[in-house]
């Protein structure tokens, strides 16, 4: 059973930065995607950042510029740097991963919580 666990969150003001990590029980290459989804009070939760595994990257329009994917594939790690954090940030942030061939299985992990003070 693949396992996600991040860890990274806390309380940082406006303007701030975070970087969330993402530990995965299996190499980051046996993931077709590995992301980062968000969560907050109220609300659905919604798509921040993805890679695949082949290595590009997608962003919801409004983390551009401010949020950046990576992965550590000797650690087994994807990382959110998050940059320039506004108070609309504040939300529990999940790591995601997908793997299979023709049958996916998603994981997900315990979410973090990340909250961005004005």
């Known amino acids: 059973q693949v396992q996600l666990v991040e860890s990274g969150g806390g309380l940082v003001q406006a303007g701030g930065s975070l970087r969330l990590s993402c530990a995965a029980s299996a190499t980051v290459f046996s993931f077709n995607v590995m992301g980062w989804y968000r969560q907050a009070p109220g609300e659905q939760r919604e798509l921040v950042a993805t890679?695949?595994?082949?290595?590009?990257?997608n962003y919801a329009d409004s983390v551009k510029g401010r949020f950046t994917i990576s992965r550590d594939s000797a650690k087994n790690t994807v990382y959110l740097q998050m940059d320039s954090l506004k108070p609309e940030d504040t939300a529990v942030y999940y790591c995601?991963?997908?793997?299979?061939?023709?049958?996916?299985?998603?994981?997900w992990g315990q979410g973090t919580q990340v909250t961005v003070s004005s």
């Open positions: 995601y991963g997908q793997t299979g061939l023709f049958r996916f299985s998603d994981y």
């Open positions: 890679i695949i595994r082949g290595g590009s990257t």
